[in-house]
């Protein structure tokens, strides 16, 4: 075979769809989205529309399963009652349907949430210098950090309503670029209901006005949406 034929064949592999893929709904990883026009967007066509930028999330979802398939055979204490990637339910929108989500890794004997996320080592220093001094941070990472946390809010919300009580979460972020445990950074904050129905009602309240057939192009567009600026 030559170089070409190899290189499309591996672009053909890394391509076939997963079930990740076939999300015909949004989710929490698009309700907690900053930017109205683009989580607007996302209930218009149910879900969202693949884009060019889609190597880092195969690899993404490629660290997902090795970890999910580790837990399963595993003798680790800590995750001895590890519930993982289960579909929990968060509502219902008239007209739309159900929205439901898969937690990555719910331990309940310890009330935890944990959701993994890769990154690399330049996003991962921006969001640490960002937590230590929000001030003089960079304002696209605290864009993405406030995504990030509202997901995994919301993931918390629907285990709690649900009865699988939960009282911390965290974000654990794996450096694609890593090359030790030091690239392995874990942000843990307190559950917060409130912040989850305002995310929940958020919804609720664009879905009615698109409903009621609200333009699109004058909903807010936030202006550290990496979605915005590549203009997709």
Request: charged share 30%.
């Amino acid at each position: 075979m030559k170089d070409s034929q190899v290189r499309e064949l591996t672009i053909a592999l890394l391509t076939q769809s997963t079930e990740r893929d076939k999300q015909r709904k949004v989710g929490a990883s698009q309700i907690s989205d900053p930017c109205t026009y683009h989580l607007a967007r996302a209930l218009i066509t149910s879900g969202e529309a693949p884009i060019k930028y889609w190597l880092g999330g195969k690899i993404g979802t490629a660290v997902h399963m090795l970890l999910e398939d580790t837990i399963t055979k595993t003798d680790l204490p800590d995750v001895h009652d590890a519930i993982v990637e289960k579909k929990i339910y968060l509502g219902e929108l008239k007209d739309y349907g159900t929205i439901s989500s898969k937690p990555d890794l719910v331990l309940p004997s310890k009330k935890h949430l944990i959701d993994w996320k890769t990154s690399s080592r330049d996003k991962m220093r921006k969001m640490q210098k960002y937590i230590d001094d929000p001030e003089n941070g960079n304002a696209d990472v605290a864009y993405t950090l406030q995504k990030y946390v509202a997901q995994v809010q919301l993931y918390a919300w629907g285990l709690n309503r649900e009865g699988t009580e939960i009282e911390t979460c965290s974000l654990v972020f794996i450096n694609r670029d890593g090359t030790t445990e030091n690239d392995i950074w874990t942000y843990t904050f307190d559950y917060s209901e409130e912040l989850a129905v305002q995310l929940w009602d958020r919804l609720v309240n664009l879905w009615d006005a698109i409903r009621a057939g609200v333009d699109l192009d004058n909903l807010d567009k936030n202006e550290h949406c990496f979605k915005c600026a590549i203009g997709i």
